[in-house]
């Protein structure tokens, strides 16, 4: 799979998952952070994410707060973790 898929994927499914109607796809920069400066998502939009993301990727997300935290800080680093979770290898 296309890593630019993946993120692709994911950013459409923030812009659901999150209602954020105003946005597409190429208004979430990859690399950014999604929460704080980024597109400065809370709490509430971690847990709705992260279910979305279970659901669409049958994830299972990781006990330890600090490292879902790493997990969730871009675009890039969700595609990481999806990948590694699958075994997906990105081109």
Do not use: C, H, W
């Amino acid at each position: 799979m296309k890593r630019e898929e993946l993120e692709s994927e994911i950013k459409e499914i923030i812009i659901k998952s999150l209602d954020l109607e105003d946005m597409s796809a190429d208004d979430i920069e990859t690399q950014a952070p999604l929460f704080g400066e980024g597109l400065s998502l809370d709490s509430i939009d971690a847990l709705e994410l992260g279910m979305a993301l279970k659901k669409k990727y049958d994830l299972t997300f990781k006990s330890s707060k600090e490292e879902n935290k790493k997990y969730f800080y871009s675009v890039e680093t969700l595609a990481n973790f999806i990948a590694e979770s699958k075994g997906i290898i990105l081109e």
